[in-house]
């Protein structure tokens, strides 16, 4: 009896919305997607995985690297020292792109500046000045193309 | 048709993506406990550097040439492993295939090489498509690899080999399609090269004058049958015919055994220091045990001693081992450290000289304490949820931040890895940095 009677009065609660008397009636038990919290009933059916920033920064996995930023070469692109660099070897580098660039065994981040006749390598500070690529003389490659910077405030 | 792709010196080609200086510079990587040379760059080979030798013997000629060393990264190569497996299953569109129903186009046979399924390549496409492969993993990983295309695994195997020899000439990619590409590629390869067969095989066919591969493709089925292991012969014959006997295998999901075992970063004697060792060996034996949701029932402990008679560290000393068989499968680290301790206990001899420790767990069954089980006592269930948690933490924070005390504190005896590079790829305080 006292069973159908709870039954009674879950379903008046879950139909009307009235007449809400507090959760003391219930236990957990009785109302399977409640939660502890008193609060999962309704929220239930709308369970997200919630935010992962891995699907917003990370376009093809087996590509995406990080790197630590070392220097203030790139600050007028809002890229400081100590801040982390997501680069995506799988992206094209084309004119315009932040690059992580290999010079003569060194690593650099700068722009990357190529029309037709020349490279070139641009900072973005004035303490340093642009590189002119001469691809006859010196080793040059492209290692990756920065797609996002994580900046602590 | 099938293809191998083949990692270029795998770990050489990890070490120097993070290390542009060394782009055209000879690089080799060492064993665990820097023991041997386990991977060269092309450039150390020229040198004359051999594989596999001691690195004590190679160091001479290491320190003229200005050669780079590193100790094993394992950290590193696994990631970048994966990195390379990932990149072949999206062009194979493996997550489509999946969906369909198919079975999985790349097969990981090791840590830097795998098959490919290529039926569906035209032939006449199928040099351009390994090039297209060749170039994004490439492109994607950063690790240059080598190509191998036939009708059969021994085949694409030979391809690959023949592909490595001449990487300039070949652009890394073979394609033995036609019988006759697959005729002048046997009749240059000796019989010791072919995948599968081993140095006693290869011996015995050479004593009876079969040195090519080639001939030992003519050679009679019944004949391989009778002279070759029987049906293990007969499918490599086929092979070399062009006709597929090996087939693409499914990974292997659950290990059938799990083993644990290193080299110790020098001479151990005491008892506390071995139990020590074996703790830890069995705490990780016992995490890859629950991750696979298995329970091992016997408890295997080895020892290795150091020859007396010997001073070199790599001279096989002998192997002293012992198991226990647990009277119920279990997965909890406390209860396989306690069987394992017990054995070391019994094996241990006062006054040897030990170099080296292993743990394995066998007859793995089912672990049915993972979900709470009603039939046996609460406090399994409880320990099971300890282990969990264990288990989580140590995953989130590495390197092992909770672990049982048996295992000691500081770990003296703990492998040598004086040159480790960092792990660039898998941890934010080994990220490269850049200017």
């Known amino acids: 009896m006292a069973r159908v009677k709870n039954f009674y009065y879950m379903e008046l609660e879950q139909f009307s919305g009235m007449n809400y008397k507090g959760s003391k009636r219930f236990t957990q038990w009785d109302i399977p997607t409640a939660n502890a919290t008193g609060f999962g009933a309704a929220a239930d059916d709308y369970m997200e995985r919630g935010i992962d920033l891995n699907e917003q920064l990370i376009r093809n996995k087996p590509a995406t690297f990080f790197m630590r930023v070392s220097g203030d070469a790139m600050i007028g692109a809002g890229i400081f020292h100590g801040d982390v660099v997501i680069v995506d070897r799988s992206v094209k580098a084309v004119n315009g792109k932040v690059i992580i660039a290999l010079l003569n065994g060194e690593m650099l981040i700068r722009r990357f500046e190529k029309n037709f006749s020349r490279i070139r390598l641009v900072p973005e500070t004035a303490k340093l000045s642009p590189i002119d690529i001469d691809l006859s003389g010196s080793e040059f490659s492209i290692w990756g193309v920065v797609t996002y910077v994580i900046h602590s405030l | 048709m099938t293809a191998i792709v083949d990692c270029n010196s795998f770990y050489c080609s990890c070490e120097r993506l993070f290390r542009p200086d060394l782009h055209d510079k000879p690089v080799v990587v060492l064993s665990n406990n820097d023991g041997c040379i386990i991977s060269r760059s092309d450039e150390a080979r020229k040198l004359g550097v051999g594989m596999a030798i001691p690195y004590f013997q190679a160091r001479q000629l290491i320190e003229k040439h200005q050669i780079a060393v590193f100790s094993s990264n394992y950290h590193l190569y696994g990631d970048m492993s994966r990195r390379v497996m990932d990149t072949l299953r999206v062009l194979a569109g493996e997550e489509a295939d999946k969906e369909e129903g198919l079975s999985p186009a790349v097969e990981v046979y090791s840590v830097d090489e795998a098959f490919m399924d290529l039926h569906s390549i035209p032939p006449g496409d199928l040099a351009l498509h390994a090039k297209h492969i060749k170039d994004t993993v490439e492109q994607w990983t950063g690790i240059s690899v080598s190509i191998g295309v036939a009708p059969t695994k021994t085949l694409a195997k030979l391809a690959n080999i023949i592909a490595k020899k001449n990487k300039k000439a070949s652009g890394c990619v073979k394609v033995l399609a036609t019988e006759e590409e697959q005729r002048v590629a046997l009749q240059e390869t000796r019989v010791d090269q072919l995948w599968g067969v081993g140095r006693s095989y290869a011996a015995k066919l050479i004593n009876w004058g079969i040195t090519s591969a080639w001939e030992l493709r003519n050679m009679p ?175 989130s924070m590495r390197d092992d931040s909770v672990k049982f005390g048996s295992s000691g504190m500081n770990k003296d005896w703990k492998m040598r890895q004086e040159l480790r590079s960092g792990r660039y790829s898998t941890r934010w305080e080994d990220l490269i940095s850049v200017r």
């Open chain 2, 221 to 395: 089925e019944e004949w391989a049958h009778t002279n070759m292991g029987g049906v293990v012969g007969v499918r490599l014959i086929r092979e070399l015919r062009g006709q597929p006997a090996i087939v693409m295998e499914e990974e292997l999901v659950n290990k059938k055994m799990i083993a644990t075992t290193r080299m110790f970063g020098r001479p151990v004697t005491a008892l506390h220091e071995l139990k020590e060792a074996v703790a830890t060996y069995i705490s990780r034996a016992a995490e890859k045990l629950r991750r696979q949701a298995s329970a091992a029932k016997t408890v295997s402990v080895f020892l290795v001693t150091r020859d007396q008679d010997h001073l070199t560290d790599f001279k096989r000393g002998a192997t002293i081992h012992n198991y226990v068989t647990l009277p119920k499968a279990t997965s909890l680290t406390n209860e396989l450290i306690k069987s394992a301790i017990e054995l070391v206990e019994h094996l241990y001899e006062n006054g040897k000289v030990y170099k080296k420790a292993g743990v394995m767990l066998s007859g793995l069954v089912p672990d049915d304490s993972i979900q709470g089980n009603l039939f046996v006592p609460a406090s399994e269930n409880q320990h099971r949820f300890l282990m969990n948690t264990i288990d989580n933490i140590n995953f």
